[in-house]
């Protein structure tokens, strides 16, 4: 059985585009604080890259932004491919549903903290997750699993 049940908050607004058929994607980054404290005493989260479809998409572009509390069902999928000579691999979480957690009072704080350069819960986002900064990606329909 492939299931994830994840609830953390988003690292940057969800980047929402479109394929060549005109079915939305979103892709995001899930920050999820860890259960126990590292040997500093500190929280430590991990940081799960995450993709969601159709309305789905749409409706978690619109209603979310950066540092909102989302929870995610879904299963994890990898896949791979070739990017100047070099093999790709991708480890994500394809999710089925996204529920918005935060109440609208503090979704507009978050928002209003976004936007004057705050952040959320002390968490740093490493430089090395992926991002196409908007740019339409090209996936091949036919190799979609549903």
């Known amino acids: 059985m492939n299931s994830v049940s994840l609830t953390g908050r988003l690292t940057r607004d969800i980047e929402l585009r479109y394929t060549q058929g005109g079915d939305a994607v979103g892709t995001f980054n899930l920050a999820v604080n860890r259960t126990f404290k590292n040997a500093n005493g500190e929280r430590e989260a991990d940081f799960i890259q995450c993709v969601v479809w159709r309305k789905q998409a749409e409706n978690a572009a619109n209603f979310t932004h950066k540092g909102s509390r989302v929870g995610v069902v879904g299963r994890i999928q990898t896949r791979n491919y070739e990017k100047d000579g070099q093999r790709v691999y991708i480890t994500e979480v394809v999710a089925d549903s996204?529920?918005?957690?935060?109440?609208?009072?503090?979704?507009q704080n978050n928002q209003q903290s976004n936007n004057q350069g705050g952040n959320f819960n002390n968490v740093s986002v490493p430089n090395n997750i992926p991002s196409n900064n908007g740019a339409q990606i090209d996936i091949n329909e036919s190799q979609l699993p549903f």
């Open 98 to 107: 996204v529920e918005f957690l935060d109440t609208r009072a503090e979704n």
